[in-house]
């Protein structure tokens, strides 16, 4: 676990934390790889058109994060190699890029259309990101609270 | 409407646009506020103990976004003063900044614990982020896949 140091507000605020991860467009564009099922170092180089150096900042920011976790491999007659893993916390990003991507997509949107669409694995139902209740029902923005606690600023 | 440019990927990646907006610490601290209703400049500068200065850029930067619109009042016997209130592209950032703050919250946690939480406005009920398929009923991350359209940069 990371607790986030030197960011303003960073102490109080979770925005600004998690913004801090994924402010570097390299981050959310690893990510994407990611997510999709890449994992080698390789692969993410030869996709996203990106020198060997920047990347290997980008990943280790990644894994020093809790978002990917490095991992070794080795192919027959090949010599050890690394690839790199969503963990857990990293695959919780997915509704967070969404969500940045929704809001893109609507209100910033590119000449070209949506270049992702989130869908249902298994029916295809095209999905949207949104808040919902404990029994995991839509709640409409418009009632949706923010409610400030105790370790809120003064 | 915005079309974001100079962002790297921005031309296609809706999730670079959304994050400019968002990247600098003030942006999501002035949206914050207006989330919670402030809209006058000088009630601004008092919540974020901000320069007026730095202010002033910031919430120019978020008219021009088209996340917030900067209206005129006048009360009695006081000179033309302006308010900025948030447009409905604004206001569909909520649970974009929920979700950010959501994935901080869980995985970046601050000592202090969460500063704040969202609930349903008349039950009280806790809320997250998640998503939801087009019946409105939560769907599991596992489920939801990203599908690549045809603007999809080859």
């Given amino acids: 676990m990371v607790v986030a140091r030197g960011i303003r507000g960073g102490e109080t605020c979770s925005i600004a934390r998690t913004v801090d991860v994924l ?9 994407r790889e990611a997510f999709g099922g890449v994992t080698r170092f390789s692969d993410f180089r030869a996709r996203l058109h990106i020198a ?24 027959a007659g090949s010599r050890p190699r690394e690839e790199y893993r969503l963990t857990e916390a990293g695959d919780e990003l997915r509704p967070v890029l969404a969500a940045l991507q929704q809001w893109g997509d609507a209100h910033l949107p590119a000449e070209c259309g949506p270049t992702v669409l989130w ?13 919902v209740d404990a029994d995991g029902r839509r709640v409409a923005r418009a009632d949706a609270v923010g409610e400030r606690t105790a370790a809120y600023p003064a």
């Fill in 52 to 75: 060997s150096d920047v990347l290997s900042d980008r990943l280790s920011a990644l894994v020093t994060a809790g978002v990917l976790v490095r991992e070794h491999y080795r192919e």
């Fill in 119 to 131: 869908r249902h694995r298994e029916t295809g139902e095209l999905l949207e990101v949104a808040f």
């Fill in 23 to 31: 402010k570097d467009p390299w981050a959310f564009l690893v990510l």
